[in-house]
């Protein structure tokens, strides 16, 4: 046996099943857009750890600001004693992304705690009990989180479900669309919207609607922005806060800082995670200051919130975003593999339904017939299967399985990024020719 498939059958018989596998990569070290397994063989890491590592794996001044923090202080938790890392990256939170005219932020270890505290803030800051949230979105496994989540494969046998969820389907035009123009689509929608404040729940009993600018689990889905613009209106109309959850798609990964600040919208309350910081656990809250202060004290926080390791972790990770330019290089990333998987759509109109995403987060649908409502769950977990033979670690997403995602760390080189390309381009080539030929 050797060492990868040993560290495998270790963890089969320690850890629980209910841990999600979705591949069996293991991994000793990493760096940049690289990751080394325990037999010495590279990969190139489309995944980034599921949208973590923008800034690449093991960053030298990142080690090294985790280094000099933890020889200094490693926790005594921001309710009793106050420090320098939670403050200034706070302040440098309120400075990039400003929600009105003034704006707090609170530190947690996750998005799903962000999630989490966020509806409780909007709660106590409206008095209203009720949140909307979308088909396709994920927000968390944690009770409040997994409520709104909508995939049932990550909730199945955990309910009772938190109350006061209702449920509106996401506008994806791809997928929903009927035919109609996306003008015409957007103001549907938007009609459906207005009409579950009359038949599913009052608008005096709402207090926030929840939605992912891009879906991420959902399979990479832009929200549109005529649709978005249209909510906030709606939104300030009827007194209901709007919670954007940018957890995988924010700190470059988009183009910007926040997916958000593609549409010209600001939310009252945004939720953070994952890229902010650079591979450890930390979380935020963010949020209109009246909004944020609507919290009773004593309500919200927890005892490793804002660690000051993973503060000064974020810190040098946003400086290093802005010394190296993340959000132009994503841009220019993702005109790269959009352009990639268009070629191949043209090619292969039966089998690509679509090509879609914003900056550096890409997602591309496989489908059977020529017919969306066909998904191609198989061939997806086949082309994922044989990238990772190969050393392209890549991952899928969509409720049905068939999307596949691209979440490289955005320091990837145009070499690995070609590289990588080549080989889940041949991959998805060779599964569709399998098929042509099995027909």
């Avoid at 409520?147 to 389907?169: F, N």
């Avoid at 879609?356 to 489908?367: D, S, T, Y």
Wanted: proline share 5%; net charge negative.
């Amino acid at each position: 046996m050797g060492k990868s498939a040993d560290l495998i059958a270790r963890r089969e018989a320690v850890t629980p099943r209910g841990i999600p596998m979705v591949t069996s990569v293991t991994v000793a070290s990493a760096n940049g857009a690289t990751l080394v397994d325990l037999e010495g063989r590279e990969l190139i890491d489309f995944a980034g750890g599921i949208g973590v590592m923008n800034v690449g794996h093991c960053q030298a001044t990142v080690v090294e600001a985790i280094r000099e923090q933890a020889a200094k202080l490693l926790h005594t938790c921001i309710h009793v004693a106050t420090y320098e890392p939670y403050i200034a990256l706070c302040e440098k939170l309120v400075d990039l992304l400003p929600h009105g005219e003034r704006t707090k932020v609170m530190l947690v270890n996750s998005g799903a705690e962000a999630v989490e505290n966020a509806v409780k803030i909007a709660r106590q800051s409206t008095n209203r009990p009720a949140i909307i949230c979308y088909t396709e979105g994920f927000h968390g496994r944690t009770l409040m989180a997994m409520s709104l989540t909508s995939k049932y494969g990550y909730k199945i046998g955990c309910g009772p479900y938190a109350p006061e969820v209702y449920r509106l389907p996401f506008p994806n035009h791809y997928r929903y669309g009927d035919g109609m123009t996306e003008a015409a689509f957007v103001e549907r929608e938007l009609g459906r919207f207005s009409d579950s404040l009359v038949n599913s729940v009052a608008a005096e009993q709402v207090a926030a609607v929840l939605l992912e600018p891009v879906q991420g689990e959902g399979g990479f889905i832009p929200v549109p922005a005529a649709y978005l613009r249209g909510l906030r209106k709606l939104c300030d109309k009827h007194g209901i806060l709007m919670i954007l959850d940018e957890v995988q798609s924010g700190f470059c990964r988009t183009g910007r800082w926040a997916a958000f600040q593609h549409y010209d919208v600001v939310p009252d309350i945004s939720t953070w995670a994952k890229a902010m910081g650079g591979g450890l656990p930390i979380g935020a809250v963010i949020g209109k200051a009246d909004v944020m202060d609507g919290a009773r004290p004593g309500t919200i926080g927890g005892t490793y919130g804002g660690n000051p390791v993973a503060c000064a972790a974020s810190l040098e990770t946003i400086r290093l975003m802005e010394e190296l330019q993340l959000g132009p290089r994503a841009m220019a990333i993702g005109q790269r593999v959009t352009e990639r998987f268009q070629q191949l759509q043209k090619r292969f109109p039966s089998w690509i339904g679509d090509v879609r995403g914003l900056g550096a987060m890409v997602g591309i649908e496989l489908i059977e017939n020529g017919d969306l409502h066909q998904p191609a769950t198989e061939l997806t977990a086949e082309v994922l299967k044989a990238c990772v033979a190969r050393g392209l670690l890549i991952l899928g997403a969509g409720i049905y399985g068939n999307v596949i995602r691209f979440l490289a760390p955005l320091v990837i080189t145009d070499e690995q990024l070609d590289q990588g390309l080549d080989i889940l381009t041949d991959e998805i080539v060779k599964a569709m020719e399998r098929r042509a030929g099995s027909a």
